[in-house]
């Protein structure tokens, strides 16, 4: 469990939403298959009942130019796959975790990062919306980022986020966190955000063309299927890890303050715990 590989398959499931039929069937048959022997363009299409043409615009609504750069890329790592009894609950959850944390690393963006830090940085006031799970995961963010001298405040109340549109303008952030990509309340407390001049930052695991009429940045998370149940494992944990690599690029970016600010506020926690016993 040691090794991360870029894999193909996140940017796949990315765009899945929005595949016809015929595509939906060649992104389940690349999603679902190993490594074949025969992968050509008029090999696969026989194979799937599709046409050539749908196989190349397959590739171009993955971010490719045309299949054979797409083969390319999903040529160049090997799957690694294990045998998983349904009966041993420990090796699932491990396995999920570790197919989850390859899926992080192969969306990663460290440019897009850098950016997101710069706005969190430069931004007075910093609003997070999020419903359920995701909801949570906000509040945990703005615990963590306090600690570091972060004006940031989460909701999870879809009345206070249409609310707060009075409070913000061009000196604020919204981040919007909805693994769906559907949640209507929190994608359209960002549109109102956008529209009051703030830096509008989605946290997702869909990527559409839509969301960049209203976000800045859009941050994909991986995903996994019927992860939203949470059968597994915890349906935050993919927007945990991105939200842990922004931490640890904003902590880097201003080490020696932050670091001292977040052990200034462990003191003040540990002397209140003190206090109370």
């Not at 940085?121 to 799970?133: D, F």
């Not at 980022?145 to 952030?173: P, Q, W, Y």
């Not at 992860?227 to 939200?243: H, R």
Request: glycine share 6%.
């Amino acid at each position: 469990m040691n090794q991360y590989e870029k894999d193909i398959v996140p940017l796949i499931e990315a765009v899945y939403g929005k595949l016809t039929p015929s595509e939906k069937s060649i992104a389940d048959f690349f999603i679902h298959h190993g490594q074949e022997e025969d992968l050509s363009s008029k090999s696969v299409s026989q194979r799937l009942f599709v046409s050539e043409a749908t196989l190349s615009r397959f590739a171009k609504k993955c971010g490719f130019k045309g299949y054979r750069e797409f083969l390319f890329r999903y040529k160049q790592t090997e799957k690694m796959t294990d045998d998983v009894s349904a009966s041993d609950h420990i090796k699932l959850v491990l396995n999920t975790y570790q197919e989850l944390l390859n899926k992080s690393y192969s969306l990663l963006d460290e440019e897009q990062i850098g950016r997101i830090v710069q706005i969190l940085s430069e931004k007075k006031r910093i609003y997070v919306y999020g419903k359920g799970s995701s909801g949570t995961v906000g509040m945990e963010m703005k615990m963590r980022f306090m600690r570091i001298g972060v004006n940031i405040e989460a909701t999870m109340d879809e009345h206070i986020m249409k609310m707060n549109s009075v409070l913000l303008n061009e000196e604020c952030a919204v981040i919007g966190i909805s693994v769906s990509g559907k949640t209507k309340v929190v994608l359209d407390s960002l549109k109102i955000a956008k529209k009051c001049g703030a830096a509008v930052i989605l946290m997702t695991s869909r990527k559409e063309k839509q969301f960049a009429e209203f976000c800045d940045e859009v941050m994909l998370a991986a995903v996994k299927e019927n992860l939203e149940g949470g059968k597994a494992i915890s349906p935050q944990f993919p927007i945990l890890v991105m939200v842990d690599m922004l931490y640890s690029r904003m902590i880097r970016s201003d080490h020696v303050r932050r670091e001292t600010l977040h052990e200034y506020t462990l003191e003040v926690l540990n002397e209140k715990s003190a206090g109370k016993e």
